[in-house]
């Protein structure tokens, strides 16, 4: 038994040892080794991948080395490898420095396209090659630049364009031998900049959200004031503005209340989510624009709401969707939220709808009930009779036999919420009709 386990060793330590001496191909280095005096560009032979450990064993000087599988390209045979070395060569030992906190990094050469990271400033980056793009727009013009395949340091790759970067080279020990060096900038300049580099929102938004009251129609996500860290465009967008300028930098005018460089816009930071816009239009008549940052996505917020919305109205229409009124008609619903309500002549008299409206409309579940409300009702009904403008809301409670309204057109309405009863209401039961 001894003997045959002997054996077996002695058979798997051959296998290791011709395995890790035959070469499956060749790489080329994508970002430095000075411990092993080898720079990107260069040449090595690979013996093994391991997909478990994520590393290559590559030949150097001295034996053999594990390297990150990203820090090298997939091995080819060696006639092929020179074609692949002359891909990086234009960029060979060429890295740079990020000038602009933020700067993305894109899945392609367009400004538009998904960002798969986003670089920090004065972070290092490898330039891999030149790729074909679109150039970004800044003031009409298209920005210098050029777009480039780049490498971080933890094997992120994607396009990134060269305005705000700093190129240098480097030599066999890795250390840089050329290029603009990029001192850590710590004015206030740079973190109100930094600052900007977010997407600022009016804090209505925030106020909507966190009361779970959100109003899709006033929570438009292009209402916002942001900079781009990349063409360093500044827009502001809000209703009746909308302005766009090329941010060179700003002088503080005050405890933490800065002047854009030509631009009509005074910043003053009040915390590091609130800030408040004071925005200089062509009527030189200053406005004051409180705005704040948001967690989440706007586009998937208000796409909840919505669904809430048409979620309390199906529960409705499931309910009926036919109900009537000895007194007060017949209603009708329909999927695609319109109605018909017949014989509604005593609606009229009792002043709930116009003499004007039509027998037709459009029905919502759009606002919420208030706490004092939530015990006794179910929700809102929300009705837009057709030649008739203002709307008409009632109240709501789902009941066994049909639905009881209550008349709520006097009712008190706050950030899409009825908080109150209306002086004396009208209440209207209208059966289910089986």
């Not at 309500?341 to 919420?368: D, P």
């Amino acid at each position: 038994m001894r003997k045959l386990i002997f054996y077996c060793l002695m058979i798997l330590s051959c296998a290791l040892f011709f395995s890790c001496s035959k070469i499956m191909g060749y790489s080329v280095l994508l970002w430095n080794l000075p411990e092993q005096q080898l720079q990107d560009g260069d040449v090595v032979p690979v013996y093994i991948r391991s997909n478990i450990s994520h590393v290559y064993v590559i030949g150097v000087a001295d034996g053999k080395v594990e390297v990150p599988l990203w820090q090298l390209t997939e091995p080819v045979s060696k006639s092929k490898v020179k074609k692949v070395q002359a891909r990086y060569a234009s960029y060979s030992h060429t890295y740079a420095s990020v000038a602009a906190d933020g700067l993305p990094m894109r899945a392609e050469p367009v400004n538009t396209a998904k960002q798969v990271y986003r670089l920090r400033k004065n972070e290092t980056i490898k330039l891999l090659y030149k790729v074909n793009g679109q150039s970004p727009m800044t003031g009409g013009k298209p920005l210098p630049g050029e777009w480039l395949r780049v490498l971080t340091s933890d094997g992120t790759t994607g396009c990134c364009f060269s305005y705000n970067l700093r190129p240098f080279e480097t030599d066999i020990t890795g250390q840089r031998v050329g290029g603009e060096v990029q001192e850590e900038d710590t004015s206030a300049n740079a973190a109100l900049e930094e600052l900007l580099a977010r997407v600022w929102y009016p804090d209505s938004y925030k106020n909507m959200i966190d009361s779970k009251r959100v109003d899709p129609a006033k929570l438009n996500p292009s209402y916002n004031f942001t900079l781009d860290p990349e063409s360093k465009a500044l827009t502001f967008r809000m209703p009746k503005i909308s302005e766009s300028w090329t941010y060179t930098g700003a002088e503080a005018t005050g405890a933490n209340a800065y002047q854009l460089t030509g631009i009509p816009v005074i910043v003053t930071v009040r915390k590091g989510n609130y800030i408040v816009v004071r925005y200089t239009g062509a009527s030189g008549k200053p406005e004051d624009f409180n705005l704040v940052t948001i967690d989440g996505n706007l586009e998937e917020i208000v796409a909840e709401e919505q669904k809430r919305r048409e979620n309390e109205y199906e529960q409705i229409f499931m309910f009926g969707p036919n109900f009537k009124s000895n007194s007060y008609g017949t209603l009708s619903l329909n999927d695609d939220h319109s109605f018909v309500w017949g014989n509604n002549r005593l609606l009229v008299s009792s002043n709930v709808i116009s003499a004007a409206a039509k027998g037709r409309g459009i029905v919502h579940c759009k606002y919420f009930l208030g706490k004092a409300l939530s015990a006794s009702y179910d929700g809102v009904i929300t009705f837009q009779f057709d030649d008739m403008k203002k709307e008409v809301n009632f109240l709501y409670k789902i009941e066994e036999n049909g639905l009881r309204f209550e008349d709520a057109t006097g009712s008190a309405v706050d950030n899409s919420t009825i908080k109150d009863r209306g002086l004396s209401p009208l209440v209207i039961f209208m059966s289910k009709v089986e």
